[in-house]
């Protein structure tokens, strides 16, 4: 059974920077795909970020240019650094992975910015 672990969240002012960590139970190598996602309250999950296994990474328009997501094969772990927080970026955020079209979720990490 996978797990994922997240790790990082907390309160932050607007204009801060917070690093979340994402640590898996076994090797991520064995991942296509690792990713971060968020929901904020009333609304749906969305994608913020992800990264293959090769390191290539995708990002949602709002988070171009401020977040950074990576991957440490050795630590088994998958980190989203989170720079010019906005308020609109409060959300629980959740790991994910995916082996052979299967999703697997972390338990989420909240993260509130506060204006």
């Known amino acids: 059974q996978v797990q994922l672990v997240e790790s990082g969240g907390g309160l932050v002012q607007a204009g801060g920077s917070v690093r979340l960590s994402c640590v898996a139970s076994?090797?991520?190598?064995?991942?296509?795909?690792m990713g971060w996602y968020r929901q904020a309250p009333g609304k749906q999950r969305e994608l913020v970020a992800t990264i293959t296994r090769g390191g290539t990474t995708n990002y949602a328009d709002s988070a171009k240019g401020r977040f950074t997501i990576s991957r440490d094969n050795a630590k088994n772990t998958v980190y989203l650094q989170m720079n010019s927080l906005k308020p609109e970026d409060t959300a629980v955020y959740y790991c994910?992975?995916?082996?052979?079209?299967?999703?697997?979720w972390g338990q989420g990490t909240q993260v509130t910015v506060s204006s």
């Open positions: 076994g090797s991520i190598f064995s991942f296509n795909d």
């Open positions: 994910n992975a995916n082996r052979a079209g299967v999703n697997f």
